[in-house]
Structure formats: structure tokens, C-alpha cells
């Protein structure tokens, strides 16, 4: 047995492989930036050079491998402290030489190459979040086998998940489980976004620890599935089904979707009680909505009448929107505001009535994408300004 310094357990499989075989080039053979090639030899009684200061590695709430705020001696440029490794991807064998090493990249380049394979990996991570859970507390896993180890797909244990919570004496959930499940078997696109929803959560809510618990137990997630089964439903003009939908979300959840209203994907709604969304009002992608806001109309104008919410904008709690007006892409909206007019892209609004920081003329604007970032408090320059 060779000695080994890496904690990862696939360090052991890649040096016996790289030991063993006659055919591979040692000098060429791609290991972890962190595991040394020089600490191994393959030589008998060769002596093995020192290993090198491994980097401290944590893992994220997403799963990815990130370095740790406690290596100092890293230069952080990513605001939030973190930056992340990527050495699951391996580069170009006609670019491979036998110098190269994995390098550390940022988050958005590590989130674009990954993304795609996260989200159609999140059905395999629930079930093993599940069984994990199952074995932490044993109490639970009647309702865990029930919800989530017994199903056969995501969109089974959605739609048993909504049928139980939604169902009550006289609405048994059987009844809508069917319903359910023949709307998103036919429609696939549905499927993506509730994994779209569910990455958006894990990765701006801090209060998610994992995908299971977001599924079973975040009321906005699941308000917010239940209303795009119930908007398919509008739109194939079966309106009672769809209104019904909408009444048995607002008594489960105290969350109110109009079924007409048209929402994005990679939706957060964070915490979600008195969330109410009006007929003719579009949420964009990627936005985050606190809990407590409208969008509501100004009266009892007909017609197009709600709110236009461009990707990327994030909302304060207790925001009131009214009216059919426009919120620009990237845009932020401060807590307890209200919003009668446009408001621009990349610009931050506050108050009652709501302002443009920096004045409608010359409005400030951020480079940064509130709805990710969940950047609430930024605008505020001058703290002592705001208190009383």
C-alpha cells in the first residue's frame, strides 16, 4: 500500500491506475491540482519527495468545491470571498501536455460549464438527500419513502408532493395527484423549470440545506409549481380546474397567483406568505421575490392592467407594484416600497412613493444582478442617514 496524502478518495484510484498500467505516460497523467504528482513513485524504495501545502477545500451548498475563506494567502476577487474548483473537467487531449494542471476558475465560468449537468442531476441528488436524511432521523422515513424514495420520477413526487398538501375532505388527493401528473408528463418544459426553481433556491437562500428540503417544505417553491400546472391549465381554457388550483395554494400556502399571470424560470420566492400576483402581470427569469409583495392594478381598470418584471430584479419585502408598468431587467426594489412608475434597468428604487437613487435624470446604476446576488442593503450609503 502507497502512502496517501490526498483526503479525496478518488486520489487512491488515480495513482493505482496511474501505477499499474503499462500503457499510461506518468509525466501526462491529469491529477487534481491539490494532489501532487511528485508525491508518488512508482519506483520501489525511491524516496518520496515532501507533499505540497494542500489547499484548504470546502464544499458549497451546491455541492461545488470551493476554496476556503480561511486560506488567506488566496487572492479572493469574487465578492463573495469564494472562489471555486473545477478538476472533474478534463482539457483537450490535443491541447494536453505534460505540464498542465487543473486551474481555479470563478464562479459564473464554473456555473456556465456545470449548470446544465446540475440541474439534470438534482432528481438523483433529492433521492440521496432523502436517503441520507433517513438515516440521520429514522422518524421520517415513512413520510421520505412516501415522498420521495417511492417515486419513480421528479415529477411523480411533485405531483404527489402538491396533491397531499392541496387536497382536503372534499378534494381527495388521488384526484389531483392525476391531474397533476398528466399535466407535467404533458408538458416537459414544466419539469425544467420546477429544476431551474430548485437550483435558484439552493443557491440564494441560505436557509435551504438541501434539495430535499426545499422540495418538500419551502412553501414558495411549491406555491410556484402548483401555479404553473394551474397557468397550463388556464391556458388550455380549463379555468375552473386552474381557479380552483389558485384557491386551494392561497388557503395552503398564503400565497395568491392568478393563473393567467406568466412566470420565468429560476425563480426564488423567499419565505413567500402575502405574496399576490395579479391576471396580466410577467415575472422574468432569474428574479427573487421577498415575501409580502404585490403586483397588483391601481383600480378597476379592464384588460392589460398588472405589472412587467424584466430578469434578473430582486424585490423587497413588502413592496407594492401597481399598475401595467415596467421594472427594467437587473433592477432593485428597497423593502416596504411602492412603485407606481417605470423603473429602469440596473437602477435601484426605494421608498413610498418609490425614487430613483440618484434622481430620474441621472439614476445610479449597478453592474450586479440583484436577483442573484440578493444584494438588499448596498444602497444604502450613509447608514446613520436611516436611523432614527
Not at 110 to 135: G, P, Q, Y
Not at 149 to 169: D, F, G, I, M, P
Request: neutral net charge; glycine residues 8%; charged residues 20%.
Amino acid at each position: 500500500m502507497f502512502p496517501v496524502t490526498s483526503r479525496r478518495h478518488f486520489s487512491m484510484s488515480l495513482y493505482m491506475l496511474r501505477s499499474s498500467s503499462p500503457h499510461i505516460n506518468h509525466h501526462s497523467f491529469l491529477l487534481p491540482s491539490f494532489v501532487s504528482s511528485t508525491t508518488f513513485s512508482p519506483i520501489k524504495d525511491q524516496p518520496l519527495s515532501p507533499p505540497p501545502m494542500a489547499a484548504c477545500i470546502d464544499t458549497c451548498r451546491t455541492g461545488k468545491p470551493q476554496i476556503s475563506p480561511r486560506d488567506s494567502s488566496k487572492n479572493h476577487d469574487d465578492e463573495s470571498g469564494f472562489r471555486y474548483m473545477n478538476y472533474f473537467r478534463y482539457p483537450d487531449r490535443a491541447s494536453f501536455n505534460g505540464t498542465q494542471t487543473k486551474t481555479l476558475h470563478t464562479r459564473p465560468l464554473v456555473e456556465d460549464l456545470n449548470r446544465d449537468a446540475e440541474i439534470d442531476d438534482v432528481w438523483a441528488k433529492i433521492r440521496e438527500e432523502a436517503k441520507s436524511d433517513i438515516a440521520k432521523e429514522p422518524i421520517v422515513s415513512g413520510y421520505y419513502h412516501a415522498s420521495i424514495v417511492s417515486q419513480r420520477s421528479l415529477e411523480a413526487a411533485l405531483a404527489n408532493t402538491l396533491s397531499v398538501k392541496l387536497s382536503n375532505l372534499n378534494l381527495p388527493s388521488n384526484t389531483l395527484f392525476d391531474l397533476f401528473s398528466g399535466v407535467l408528463q404533458e408538458n416537459p418544459e414544466i419539469v425544467e423549470s420546477v429544476k431551474q426553481d430548485l437550483l435558484a433556491v439552493k443557491e440564494r437562500d441560505p436557509a435551504c440545506i438541501s434539495y430535499v428540503h426545499c422540495f418538500l417544505h419551502f412553501k414558495g417553491f411549491l406555491a410556484c409549481q402548483a401555479h404553473r400546472i394551474a397557468h397550463e391549465l388556464w391556458t388550455q381554457d380549463r379555468k375552473i380546474l386552474a381557479l380552483l388550483i389558485q384557491n386551494r395554494v392561497s388557503e395552503a400556502f398564503a400565497v395568491d397567483f392568478h393563473p393567467g399571470a406568466k412566470i420565468g424560470t429560476g425563480i426564488l420566492l423567499d419565505h413567500a406568505t402575502a405574496i399576490v400576483i395579479g391576471e396580466t402581470a410577467v415575472v422574468g427569469n432569474n428574479v427573487s421575490i421577498l415575501h409580502n409583495v404585490t403586483l397588483g392594478g391601481t383600480g378597476k381598470q379592464c384588460g392589460d392592467r398588472h405589472p412587467k418584471i424584466g430578469d434578473g430584479v430582486l424585490i423587497g419585502a413588502g413592496t407594492c407594484i401597481l399598475g401595467n408598468i415596467t421594472i427594467g431587467e437587473g433592477a432593485k426594489i428597497g423593502a416596504g416600497s411602492v412603485v407606481l412608475k417605470d423603473v429602469p434597468p440596473r437602477t435601484t428604487a426605494v421608498g413610498n412613493p418609490a425614487r430613483l437613487l440618484g434622481g430620474k435624470d441621472n439614476p445610479k446604476t449597478h453592474d450586479k444582478i440583484p436577483g442573484l446576488t440578493m444584494d438588499q442593503t448596498s444602497h444604502i450609503s450613509e447608514w446613520s442617514d436611516y436611523v432614527i
